[in-house]
């Protein structure tokens, strides 16, 4: 019994023995290094273990050194002002740190009706990668927010592959005075979106500069009463904008330049009013979708009335205005060409003129390249259809948007006798503008080959103005009068 005891003994202490030597070989030695993302080496970081109770602070030069610790375990490390971070222990370990953002806790916490006021300077942005490495700043479900930014505020996403700042299921939000893009010292853009909006309502930014560098500038996705307004939109290389399932959408005076295109689709409930656009640095004109159909034109001044006559006209593009002094010069700069005289009336967005009808086939020619779209002159039917309002309007108004002359048309009886600047008066039913008076415009059909003019002038009355009515002229005949607007085929 005694020899039996002994023998447990021993076997117990051997297994012990083997136990305490196979376990010791789990241990190893770990050090590293601490730095942020700029490579700085960061003293007095924290390292822990979630497991084992043992701690290490960096040294000045951002080294630490954990001693020998057991392997199943992981190493965390914090510091004030960055993210904290863990990773499963290795002999080696070199950690690289990311900022923590104070604009996007204060957006956090912000309570109903707060104000956040984002202060002057560039303020960079990493995404939470604890939470969420696709979003920069979250507004969830939030109500009567306004984020202000003080003069010069920028944010700017250090992370290529995250969404700027994302709102969802929230309610009047107001973004305002603020630099938002992506930056990258490499030159390179990011496939993400700027501002991303989804379910939310009555969004309204306002004079905001989304400096994208991504590839949308700004999206949404069932979401209504969006407002831009008085911003900027640069630098995307898709679409400036992309709306799906969207209703009640503004964006009226912003510049949107340099663009992969403005819009990813005919949308029907987006207003574009007053709005800029530039292509590599030159004025261009903004063009409205027009859906194709059939009109019926029944002229009832004439008793008994004739037969009625259908105008056809297929999917286009409109220019939203005439063809401006700064859009035509900015062709004239870029071609060598001279500029045409402006009667000393002024350049601007006054309508160019005192151009033949090649001047502005070429303008069309280069703007074609320019846009990577095939831009032209319309023929007469389709600028009469675009400016009755297509199917919108029909033959309701003598005029384009009215049948009240002095509403909708710059003419001999208010225009002093000279152009004006688009887009002052009334639009028509396609939010088109000065499509009667201002000045005739060039069309490409011939009528014993005398060219067709539509839309009458500043120095014309109602006869002239009328949207049955033309005039004709010699094909190289110029006059400070008439002008012209550019069509895009779909």
């Known amino acids: 019994m005694l020899l039996m005891k002994k023998i447990h003994f021993i076997v ?16 190893i030695s770990v050090t590293g290094k601490v730095s942020n993302i700029d490579g700085k080496l960061l003293a007095d970081a924290v390292l822990s ?5 043992k701690i290490a602070t960096t040294n000045r030069f951002g080294e630490f ?20 971070i863990n990773t499963p222990v290795s002999s080696e370990i ?4 990311y900022p923590t953002s104070e604009i996007r806790e204060r957006i956090n916490n912000a309570r ?8 002057s300077g560039i303020h960079y942005l990493y995404p939470d990668f604890r939470s969420d490495s696709t979003i920069g700043v979250h ?12 003069p010069g505020a920028e944010i700017r996403m250090r992370w290529l592959n995250a969404d700027i700042i994302r709102i969802s299921g929230s309610q009047n939000i107001l973004l305002e005075n603020l630099i938002i893009g992506h930056h990258d010292p490499m030159d390179e853009s990011s496939d993400r979106t700027t501002i991303l909006i989804e379910g939310s309502n009555d969004i309204v930014i306002n004079n905001t500069n989304i400096d994208g560098s991504g590839k949308v500038g700004i999206s949404a996705r069932e979401s209504n009463g969006i407002v831009i307004d008085n911003s900027s939109i640069n630098n995307n290389s898709d679409f400036a904008f992309v709306f799906s399932e969207c209703n009640s959408i503004s964006i009226k005076e912003t510049l949107i330049a340099d663009n992969g295109d403005i819009m990813s689709n005919e949308e029907r409930n987006v207003e574009m009013i007053e709005n800029t656009f530039k292509v590599s640095g030159y004025f261009v004109p903004e063009f409205v979708f027009v859906d194709g159909g059939t009109i019926e034109i029944l002229d009832e001044s004439i008793i008994p009335p004739p037969e009625p006559q259908l105008l056809n006209a297929g999917d286009l593009y409109v220019g939203r205005t005439e063809v401006t002094f700064d ?20 350049r601007g967005d006054n309508p160019v003129i005192n151009i033949t009808i090649e001047d502005a086939k ?12 095939n831009i032209r002159l319309p023929s007469s039917s389709e600028w009469e259809y675009a400016a009755r309002g297509g199917k919108k309007g029909g033959d309701d108004n003598q005029y384009s948007g009215s049948n009240i002359i002095g509403e909708v048309a710059w003419c001999k009886f208010n225009s002093d006798n000279r152009t004006h600047n688009v887009a002052q008066k009334i639009p028509n039913e396609l939010n088109i503008f000065d499509m009667s008076g201002n000045v005739y415009e060039f069309c490409t059909d011939r009528m014993d080959s005398l060219l067709v003019l539509k839309g009458g002038s500043w120095a014309n009355g109602g006869v002239g103005c009328r949207l049955a009515d033309h005039v004709v002229s010699e094909v190289g005949f110029w006059d400070d009068n008439i002008g012209f607007r550019c069509f895009q085929d779909r």
């Not at 050194?65 to 904290?84: H, M, R």
């Not at 109903?112 to 202060?119: C, Q």
């Open 12 to 27: 117990t202490i051997a297994m012990i023995l083997i136990n305490v030597k196979g376990f010791s070989q789990n241990r």
């Open 49 to 53: 273990l979630s497991k084992q109770n």
């Open 65 to 84: 050194d954990l001693g020998k610790i057991f392997t199943n375990d992981t190493v965390i490390v914090n510091i004030p002002g960055y993210q904290s």
């Open 94 to 97: 070199n950690f690289t740190l």
């Open 112 to 119: 109903e009706g707060e104000i956040v006021s984002i202060s």
């Open 139 to 150: 507004i969830k479900n939030k109500r009567d927010l306004t984020i202000r930014g003080e």
């Open 327 to 346: 859009q035509y010069d900015g062709f004239c700069d870029a071609t060598g060409r001279t500029k045409p005289d402006d009667s000393e009336w002024g």
């Open 362 to 373: 070429v303008y069309c020619e280069w703007l074609s390249a320019l846009l990577n779209k």
